[in-house]
């Protein structure tokens, strides 16, 4: 029987808020068995942008990444946000080690090829070294990811956080039972957005498919529930959305979803 | 017999100097052997404190880091300067993995006690996980740390690059057999500072009582000295000191010190 494996991403929401931070590596440090952390930069990542007068430019949720926004990415992504993040987690008694994809080379990618958009220096996953993180993980290590991939030719690339985590949960789902966990602001997928109690336990394909003729799901949560499903077909075991609060696995409801 | 490891420390002149940093980089990923590299953050950090309206102070060649100032050197340290160093070694093919000292937990030290002079975050090492590095040398990675430590209570520790360099060889020195390289902007010890001619190729306890008795060496130098004879005298096989084109081992002279 393969061991279990939690990818954890860590709500943009939550970085960049001292307490809110301090309270999901507190529950992330006694979550039990193998685990991963993946984030982004939240709203340190905005706050240095202005103190830095670098202009940033959003499309479709998605940030126009350019020398300097790298630049400003790189500092507060692979800096300041992972090192405050390992250093707390080392001081709640959990190993942590953290990593841009360019380490050890965990993580390469290429450039988002220019269409209708240009991203910039955007990165689409090309794969993971599932070997390199098995040895970390199984040396004690936890690994905690910044969403930083490179290119394997000397360029750093601004990726999304929700895509590594689902690539790392699908990478390593050879050699472990994974289950991808995305915490943000809300209790989980819910039947009305403006209620947080009318959360939807439990998803899979079918009532998917109904949830969307209902119209349930729409606009922001459309690509969330594309990226889960994927990687669910590609050996994922479950993937929960939910505040953090689901990591205490309390009697507190968040959405599962499940082929 | 222990196996042979370098740990090089680059001087701050080159990061921030694109080609100089490829062409140090390229000699680094050359050298044959296990290695370790340890940076600071150079002119990037002035350049960056500057840009984000952060005033530093230096007092005796050491910055006085306050709360403002620890966040714009863990950005530019472990984010900017790291990150893009680590990008660029796997580029040359070596498997480089950046680290502070809080990743793994690998270099624990506590926050400098206020003397005459109040320091701010700066850390004095305790000391270094040799069996960490050991596991991470072995995987074939090459660790690249940044000058920062952590006090393992949730603090980050700004800490002096060459300490660093010396507490990591000091502390693999019973697993391995340690060289010590410091990088930095001169040909290796001059006896006239003016003249990059004038290297003195071996200085021993011996020979360095006659060149203070001389007063050849002072001034900036000491301290840098008083440091190589600390590492030598713990357990380090041999130090060097000299301009970067040292590492390629061709006939340049360059410094070296032994017991």
Redesign the interface.
């Known amino acids: 029987m393969k061991s279990s494996l939690s990818i954890i991403k860590i709500g943009g929401n939550v970085i960049g808020n001292e307490s809110e931070l301090a309270k999901f590596l507190s529950l992330f440090s006694e979550l039990d068995g193998l685990k991963i952390l993946v984030h982004g930069g939240g709203n340190l990542a905005t706050q240095?942008f202005k103190?830095?007068?670098v202009a940033s430019q959003m499309i479709g949720g998605r940030r126009v990444t350019d020398k300097a926004g790298l630049?400003v990415i790189?500092?507060?992504?692979?800096?300041?946000a992972?090192?405050?993040i390992?250093?707390?987690l080392?001081?709640n008694g959990c190993?942590?080690?953290?990593?841009?994809g360019?380490?050890?080379?965990a993580i390469q990618a290429h450039k988002r090829p220019v269409k209708d958009i240009d991203y910039g220096f955007a990165g689409d996953v090309d794969g993971v070294d599932a070997n390199?993180l098995s040895?970390l993980l199984g040396?004690g290590?936890t690994p905690v990811f910044c969403a930083?991939t490179?290119d394997?030719?000397?360029?750093?690339l601004n990726t999304n956080a929700d895509t590594i985590a689902s690539e790392l949960a699908i990478g390593l789902s050879g050699m472990y039972e994974t289950t991808l966990y995305y915490c943000f602001e809300k209790n989980g997928v819910l039947r009305n957005i403006w209620d947080e109690r009318s959360v939807i336990e439990h998803i899979d394909p079918e009532i998917y498919q109904e949830l969307l003729n209902q119209g349930t799901i729409a606009d922001g949560m459309l690509p969330k529930m594309t990226n889960c499903f994927h990687a669910l077909k590609n050996g994922v075991a479950k993937v929960c959305i939910g505040n953090t609060i689901m990591l205490a696995q309390n009697e507190n409801p968040y959405t599962t979803l499940t082929l």
Do not use: F, P, W
């Not at 790189?74 to 300041?80: E, Q, S």
């Open positions: 240095i103190r830095m007068g630049e790189t500092m507060v992504y692979a800096g300041l992972n090192k405050n390992v250093a707390k080392q001081a190993n942590a080690i953290g990593m841009s360019a380490d050890g080379n390199l040895r040396s290590l930083m490179h394997g030719k000397g360029q750093l």
